[in-house]
T-cell receptor, first 112, second 114 residues
Framework: GAGVSQSPRYKVAKRGQDVALRCDPI?????LFWYQQALGQGPEFLTY????????KSGLPSDRFFAERPEGSVSTLKIQRTQQEDSAVYLC??????????FGSGTRLTVV | AQSVTQLDSQVPVFEEAPVELRCNYS??????LFWYVQYPNQGLQLLLK??????LVESINGFEAEFNKSQTSFHLRKPSVHISDTAEYFC????????????FGGGTRVLVKP
């Protein structure tokens, strides 16, 4: 597609539930990033893929967070046993290099 | 580690007045600098970027930013704002020790009043 597509757009999860957030990057973009944006704050880096290789996962807040990109295209961010502090907008971005990143519209996760 | 500081969390401004959003970063090596705009309930849109060359960069909708290496700043300006410029603006940096991941500032909310 023309842009980065994320689904679902909104997700409400009960505390303790597992969730899976999907990102479909721009075709041909090698790099894919996940960011977490809490209310009223700037996005915080979570993890980075180059093709199917996860090169940096230093931003994942706990072992409940897991990301994958098995075929170097679509990526899934999974959060196990969700907690209230996981409530945020999760943004995905893709790029060809370092000179431009295209962001999706995000998934707003609310844990109740 | 790299960091980005946006000194103003909120900037109210009247329509057709100028606005400046301040951004300072910390890095001892060359970096790439970006400004993104986020409208309500939307993702981030790239406004402009500095990679190399001329220190003054411009966007298609009248914004400009100047890279100042000695002051490690990348302030964003617009000489005359419109109501439609009401949004949140994020300064970001990549490169150096952080590689190609973006480090964002906390954002500046611009509220344009009629």
């Amino acid at each position: 597609g023309a842009g980065v597509s994320q689904s679902p757009r909104y997700k409400v999860a009960k505390r303790g539930q597992d969730v899976a957030l999907r990102c479909d990057p721009i075709s041909g973009h090698v790099s894919l990033f996940w960011y977490q944006q809490a209310l009223g704050q700037g996005p915080e880096f979570l993890t980075y893929f180059q093709n199917e290789a996860q090169l940096d996962k230093s931003g994942l807040p706990s072992d409940r967070f897991f990301a994958e990109r098995p075929e170097g295209s679509v990526s899934t961010l999974k959060i196990q046993r969700t907690q209230q502090e996981d409530s945020a907008v999760y943004l995905c971005a893709s790029s060809l290099g370092t000179d431009g990143y295209t962001f999706g519209s995000g998934t707003r996760l609310t844990v109740v | 580690a790299q960091s980005v500081t946006q000194l103003d969390s909120q900037v109210p401004v009247f329509e057709e007045a100028p606005v400046e959003l301040r951004c300072n970063y910390s890095s001892s090596v060359s970096v790439y600098l970006f400004w993104y705009v986020q409208y309500p309930n939307q993702g981030l849109q790239l406004l402009l970027k500095y990679l190399s060359g001329s220190t003054l960069v411009e966007s298609i909708n009248g914004f400009e930013a100047e890279f100042n290496k000695s002051q490690t700043s990348f302030h964003l300006r617009k000489p005359s704002v419109h109501i439609s410029d009401t949004a949140e603006y994020f300064c970001a940096v990549s490169g150096g020790a952080a590689g190609n991941k973006l480090t964002f500032g906390g954002g500046t909310r611009v509220l344009v009043k009629p």
